[in-house]
């Protein structure tokens, strides 16, 4: 049912939330990567880089320090 009304899976869903998540987390907390990705509820670190990789083509710690530049000196 999920899938026919948003076109993901249950999990596709899960994940994206999650991402959206530590992306929130990356620019407002002093929180390491590590803690973000337990805090999200991805518990491998390496499948963590890896989806946020393929879900915003840029790696979480190179995320972070781009919009963290942004919204603190610009």
């Known amino acids: ?7 993901q899976t249950f999990i596709e869903l899960r994940t994206r939330k999650r991402l959206e998540q530590a992306k929130y987390l990356l620019t407002s907390s002093d929180y390491s990567i590590a803690e973000i990705c337990d805090l999200v ?12 990789k393929k879900q915003y083509h840029i790696m979480p710690s190179d995320y972070r320090k781009k919009n963290y530049l942004d919204d603190h000196f610009l």
Not at 1 to 7: D, E, L, N, T
Not at 41 to 52: A, C, E, M, R, V
């Open 41 to 52: 509820g991805i518990h491998n670190l390496n499948s963590f880089y890896t989806k946020f």
């Open 1 to 7: 049912m999920i899938k026919k009304i948003s076109g």
